[in-house]
Each structure stands twice: as C-alpha cells, then as structure tokens.
C-alpha cells in the first residue's frame, strides 16, 4: 500500500512539473534550429523508407509481369532455345523496336505492359541476349548456321542483307 502524500510533497511536485515544462519550452526555443534539423532528419529517413518500400513492391509487380509475358511467349530464346529467363529478352521481329519503344515508352516494363495490354501480338518473341545482340550485329545468329538455316558462305551474304535473315529467323521464307 503506497503512503498518502502530504500537501506539501503534492505542491513540490506540481511545481516540479511547472518548472520542467517550463524548461523543455526554455530550451525549445533557444535550440529551435537543432530542432528543425532533427526533425528535418526524420523525416528525410522516413521518406527513404517508403521510397525503398514503394520501389520493392515496384520490382516485384515489374517481374511478375516480365514472367507472364515470357511465358505467353514460349518462356525460351526462340533461336537457341535459352530457357534462364535471366539471359531472355523480347524482339522485335520486324526489326522496328526503336521506333515501337519511341510510341510507347523507352523501359522494357513499358514493352511488356503494352503487349499484355495488345493480347501479345506476333511481332514480338523472345531472344536470349546472345541471339538478340549477333543478330543485330552480324546480321544472323550463329546458331542458324549450326541448325542448317543458312550456310557458312552465306553468313557474309547475310550481313548485308538484314531483311532477308529476318524472313529466315521467322520462317517466313527457306534459303
């Protein structure tokens, strides 16, 4: 059982109480910049916060969606048949990506919105980054000389002539 305060122990104590306010405010208002600079710094750090967590959830939904697009797609390099989606990537193949990526946003989560949102059109297929970046550079991919598409003689050829190994990547026409 706790002991009854007297009327004086009960006055020091609320005086106590006054004089502690009164020197919180006290120092308040003579620190006010140390103040606004702390409170500055929390709410910078609460900012990053939420910018960290938005941008997780960001992530996830932009590799979710990569994965449903991939998938719809055949989930495989259509040349060499890559499956690790880590090495896969959407082509054109009309070979007119940059101009498509000027209409609807230059980032690959933009591609891959606007071909879910296009119910996946034929224009587009995945390549591995290899295919993808021979192709583009040489004019084919190795692996058509390997699968018999095209020979080695008219590898150079081909080279020069992009359009044609397009329609022969695509099945379009037989060399």
């Known amino acids: 059982m706790a002991i009854p305060l007297t009327t004086a122990e009960k006055q020091i104590r609320k005086d106590n109480a006054k004089r502690v306010t009164e020197m919180r405010k006290a120092a308040k208002e003579t620190n006010t910049e140390y103040y606004k600079v702390r409170k500055a710094i929390e709410r910078e750090k609460n900012a990053r916060m939420r910018t960290v967590r938005g ?6 939904t932009r590799d979710r969606l990569r994965a ?9 390099c259509t040349c060499c048949g890559e499956t690790r ?24 989560h933009h591609l891959y919105a ?62």
Request: a positive charge; hydrophobic letters at 35%; aromatic letters at 8%.
């Open 114 to 175: 606007w071909a879910k949102k296009n119910g996946y059109p034929d224009r587009l297929q995945i390549l591995c980054f290899n295919c993808n970046f021979t192709y583009g550079k040489l004019g084919y991919c190795p692996h058509m000389i390997e699968a018999g598409l095209i020979s080695r003689n008219d590898a150079e050829h081909l080279r020069q002539n992009r359009e044609v190994v397009r329609m022969v990547m695509h099945r379009r026409i037989e060399v």
């Open 55 to 60: 941008r997780t959830k960001a992530r996830r």
């Open 68 to 76: 449903e697009v991939f998938a719809h797609y055949g989930g495989k």
């Open 85 to 108: 989606t880590e090495f896969l990537s959407i082509d054109h193949k009309d070979n007119d990506g940059a101009a498509h990526r000027k209409e609807i946003g230059e980032t690959a």
